[in-house]
């Protein structure tokens, strides 16, 4: 549905500023990313950075090792400008997630951060069939998601409340079976329970697998 791709890729646009002031900061996450670096063994590993947003993992992560060798990719200008702002010793490019299989070099580590919510079925597998050539053996992939009922969607208003864009939910079982039918297997999993006094907020879950 080429319209409402072109309609998430206006809405991240408009909403680049904002969302970079909400979310620049992954405290939220500060657990789930302690781990991922515990697991990385190469000191200058190299990390792609799947719909980077603002930057805000990829800052995290030359902050925890200024040797790691990043790159983040996105499709809106206006993240891309974002992270470029904000974040030094990274290298952002303008790009679709459906074209990171041009990519012409493989990496230790694979961030894939609130990308698939707004992904097609399709896209989601093309992309998993992306990963997985281009992880090095051994690689770790890192996904961080939204959690719902099986095959459920619902409208999630943009950081600037003017819009819904329709995103898709995982359970923890189609997550699982995601990454285990590209033959990764699973090093870490962890769900993050929503404030019970934020109606707009949704529990969200984090996987970090490894490539065979
Ligand atoms: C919710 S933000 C996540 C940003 C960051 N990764 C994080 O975890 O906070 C989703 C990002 O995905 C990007 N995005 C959505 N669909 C995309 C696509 N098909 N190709 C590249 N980027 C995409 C948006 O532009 C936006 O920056």
Redesign the pocket.
Same mark, same amino acid.
């Given at each position: 549905m080429k319209g409402s /791709?072109d309609n998430?890729?206006t809405v +991240?646009n408009d909403n680049a500023d904002i969302?970079a002031d909400k979310?620049m900061s992954v405290a939220k996450y500060q657990n789930e990313l302690q781990q991922l670096c515990k697991l990385i063994v190469e000191d200058e590993a190299r990390i792609l950075d799947i &719909?980077?947003?603002p930057g805000?993992?990829s800052q995290y992560m030359i902050s925890r090792n200024p040797k790691y060798r990043i790159l983040g990719? #996105?499709? &809106?200008l206006a993240?891309i400008s974002k992270a470029r702002s904000l974040v030094a010793n990274v290298e952002f490019q303008l790009? #679709? /997630?459906?074209e990171i299989g041009q990519l012409n070099q493989k990496f230790d580590v694979i961030i894939c951060? +609130? /990308?698939m919510p707004?992904?097609e079925d399709e896209d989601i597998e093309k992309m998993m069939l992306d990963i997985k050539k281009l992880l090095c053996q051994n690689g770790l992939l890192y996904i961080?998601t939204i959690l719902g009922e099986k095959d459920e969607q619902i409208a999630k208003k943009s950081s600037d409340g003017k819009n819904d864009l329709m995103i898709r939910l995982f359970t923890e079982q189609t997550l699982s079976d995601t990454v285990f039918k590209h033959n990764l297997t699973m090093e870490y999993l962890s769900v993050l329970k929503s404030a019970q006094s934020d109606e707009n907020a949704n529990d969200e879950i984090i996987v970090i697998a490894r490539n065979q």
């Open positions: /791709v998430i890729k +991240f969302y979310y &719909a980077c947003g805000n993992l990719i #996105d499709f &809106a993240m790009m #679709d /997630v459906r951060g +609130f /990308v707004y992904l961080s």
